[in-house]
């Protein structure tokens, strides 16, 4: 809240131990700022104003005046050294009006019209909260299925998923944090191929998908056999298809795209703590929280890279002080679910009844770099079970000591946890291992139990400026031991990799492993090392090179089933269009299936009659004429003009403009220039009717788009059709900086200004 004071002084000041890439998403997305969007705390400012917030729920427990001082001074303590973590909205809404503290919900959607758009109404609300929402929608009737009441036939889940797609981007339009979607389908619904192919064509942007894999699936899949399809409505057979090929279109769809993911929820349920409230369809966002319809998640992380400490053989982890502050970090969440206000009446009454908490870890590639131990090896692999083991051991210790405090969850009669002798527990799940991209940024650690993306890489600014980032344990490693310089710093930039570059130490190349020097089968290891014990599950994206067939990928799909994981995503690089590319090794990806070679195609003469039309549109250097013509060969030239304005702007829009009529005349697939031209951005965007125009080239594309509709089917438009953010995604772009996004933990995230596709 503006204008917040605290009566109690603080003994440590953040400020000054963050980072210059810390302070600035921080100063971006979570200090609170006035009606013209100043600041109005500082990052110290912000901890206090969290913690004395989330410590006021000691009073419900009769705790008086001191004693919340005195747990709000530990919150502060365990926030601002770093050593954990709240969720995002945790930091950014605590303390003031709208004091929604949960990232990830799921909702219901039955088989009605009631149901899906009162879905689609509460989606609106949780997403202005700034929460994202995951959806089964297993529970409509196939496309053709029979409609009684009108005696019409079913449009399909994937016609309704469009509804709620379009619903999300009104309002993340018209808000500061996106909102996000995970739509799940069970691979027994006869629409199931349709769902497995729908983002193939670039649409359904605000959603993650995932395929829910049952056992039956999967035993049919190695038996080689057909597997039954199910009417949801009816429950009876609704035919059969091969298990084989249609496992085999979710792999190759995978490859291509990155999407569908996988989720084995048969194995979801079998870990459900509540069974005797329902069965789990469906999970957040980023795959790694499975949650009750109208359930929510409190999450957090521990970092480890702040518990590895030197001993007399060396390196080793902090055990004791990773315990207490397991324990602080428990009461923290659970605090949490005392003062959180939910969006919804039925969520807030599921989430204090089960008091779901999801604690994870961040820097967990950080601690193996400090411990000098490989991501790729079995000692990796053996030390992240044990880490997760001793954390979730002490987290449920932590919470079943809270119960004897505060009593155990409200659902705890009938809960798994009921016929066990360890007695009462405060929290139906303890851990999560949840992405942690903006987070990580502040704590300046790598993400979740992610690798490294990246040891040094090139940041594109303002102005095309190139600016070397290098990670800070391996310039300090460079420096100690006298190979470093910024030179080499740039060549390893735009190699992507230390491996095989002679300067750098062969155990150096070693332990400073990237998400593409990592064989994909370690990620998965890696995961299910983590996910042994996890309560909920863990989010994780297995990274592929650009040169991975689907054969690779559908070996780690068999391997994720046979290691016990949860579900699963994967991302081969430079999948998605114009990846912007931020490593040598991401730019060196790429397809030669169709090398034009200089000089072998002319553009076609001017014409000498040709139609067109011209359209006025908003953009941040005024209003752009764009004319685009076109002749019975179809679209061949597009020329513009900037207002009254002159200079660079009109020259640099009529250059444009040239170039692209020389590339149509010379038979450039329209559709192919103006998704280069969308998503473009400039300082200085503007809004148009119906969205965002980003750039001039931005507007230049959208004419072009508006132009196609017009020669395809005589209608004119003038709505901005297709979401900027979409082809943003599609191309690996950061929409608000331009940046490169990282694929990580099931989501995409951009360290130079903190954007989360997941957010």
């Not at 954990?84 to 809404?93: A, D, E, K, V």
């Not at 076609?604 to 250097?621: A, S």
């Amino acid at each position: 809240m503006a204008g917040h004071e605290s009566t109690t002084t603080y003994s440590r000041a953040i400020d000054e131990i963050l980072t210059p890439n810390s302070l600035k998403v921080l100063q971006k997305r979570y200090l609170c700022k006035d009606d013209d969007g100043n600041a109005v705390e500082n990052p110290s400012d912000m901890f206090v104003r969290v913690a004395e917030n989330i410590a006021s729920a000691e009073r419900v427990w009769g705790a008086g005046d001191a004693e919340v001082a005195e747990v709000a001074h530990d919150f502060y303590d365990l926030m601002t050294s770093l050593d954990f973590l709240p969720n995002s909205p945790t930091l950014m809404n605590a303390g003031r009006d709208l004091q929604q503290l949960s990232a990830c919900f799921v909702l219901p959607v039955a088989d009605s019209m009631e149901s899906i758009f009162g879905a689609v109404r509460d989606t609106a609300i949780i997403h202005k909260s700034g929460g994202g929402t995951g959806f089964s929608f297993s529970r409509l009737r196939p496309a053709g299925d029979q409609v009684r009441s009108t005696q019409g036939v079913s449009s399909g889940p994937v016609s309704f998923m469009r509804v709620f797609n379009q619903a999300t981007e009104a309002v993340k339009q018209g808000g500061t944090r996106r909102g996000a979607n995970m739509g799940v389908l069970r691979i027994d619904h006869p629409d199931i191929l349709h769902f497995i192919e729908c983002k193939a064509d670039g649409d359904f942007a605000n959603f993650n998908i995932s395929v829910a894999l049952t056992e039956d699936f999967m035993e049919a899949v190695k038996a080689g056999t057909e597997y039954d399809l199910r009417n949801p409505r009816s429950g009876e057979p609704a035919g059969t298809l091969d298990a084989r090929a249609v496992y085999e279109r979710i792999v190759d769809m995978a490859w291509a795209s990155g999407d569908p993911g996988i989720i084995f929820i048969d194995r979801i349920n079998r870990d459900n703590p509540t069974p005797h409230l329902g069965e789990i369809e469906s999970t957040n966002p980023c795959g790694e929280q499975p949650l009750l319809p109208y359930e929510a998640c409190n999450l957090g992380s521990v970092n480890l890279a702040k518990f590895v400490t030197i001993g007399d053989a060396g390196p080793e982890v902090a055990w004791d002080r990773l315990g207490d502050v397991v324990h602080r970090a428990v009461r923290f969440l659970d605090d949490v679910i005392e003062v959180n206000q939910y969006p919804l009446k039925e969520i807030d009454e599921l989430a204090r009844g089960n008091r779901k908490i999801g604690l994870g870890v961040m820097g967990w590639a950080d601690m193996l770099i400090k411990m000098d131990v490989s991501y790729d090896s079995g000692e990796a692999v053996a030390l992240g079970e044990k880490v997760m083991g001793y954390i979730d051991a002490e987290a449920k210790a932590a919470s079943r000591k809270l119960a004897v405090e505060r009593g155990a969850f409200p659902n705890f009669e009938g809960s798994v946890y009921d016929t066990t002798e360890s007695g009462p527990i405060r929290n139906a799940t303890v851990t999560t291992i949840a992405p942690t991209g903006t987070l990580s940024i502040i704590a300046n650690s790598s993400s979740g139990v992610e690798p490294l993306f990246a040891v040094s890489y090139v940041r594109t600014v303002m102005d095309n400026d190139r600016l070397i980032e290098v990670n800070p344990m391996f310039e300090e490693v460079a420096v100690k031991r006298g190979f470093y310089s910024q030179e080499l710093m740039a060549l390893i930039a735009d190699h992507g990799t230390v491996h095989g570059i002679d300067e750098v130490p062969a155990d150096v190349q070693r332990v400073f492993v990237t998400a593409h020097d990592i064989a994909p089968e370690w990620h998965i290891r890696m995961q299910a090392a983590f996910q042994t014990h996890t309560d909920n599950a863990v989010s994780k994206t297995v990274n592929f090179g650009n040169e991975a067939t689907s054969e690779d990928v559908r070996h780690v799909y068999d391997l994720a089933y046979e290691l016990g994981v949860k579900g699963v995503t994967i991302y081969r690089d430079g999948s998605k269009d114009n990846q912007v590319l931020s490593t040598g090794k991401t730019a060196k990806g790429g397809t030669t299936e169709s090398v034009i070679r200089p000089g072998e195609i002319e553009p076609r003469p001017r014409p000498l009659v040709t139609e067109g039309r011209t359209e006025k549109i908003l953009t941040g250097c005024g209003n752009l004429y764009v004319t685009v013509n076109w002749d019975e060969q179809g679209m061949c030239e597009v020329f513009t003009q900037m207002g009254k304005s002159g200079g660079c702007a009109s020259s640099q829009s009529e250059a444009l403009s040239r170039m692209i009529s020389v590339s149509l005349r010379a038979g450039v697939d329209p559709e192919a220039i103006l998704k280069h031209l969308r998503g473009i951005r400039c300082p200085s965007p503007s809004w148009a009717e119906g969205g965002k125009v980003l750039s001039c080239a931005d507007a230049v594309g959208i004419v072009m788009e508006h132009a196609l509709t017009y020669i395809e089917t005589g209608e004119a438009t003038r709505r901005v059709s297709k979401s900027t953010d979409t082809l943003d995604y599609l191309s690996g772009a950061c929409p608000e900086c331009g940046g490169a996004l990282e694929h990580e933990s099931g989501c995409a995230v951009c360290r130079s200004c903190g954007f989360s596709k997941c957010a």
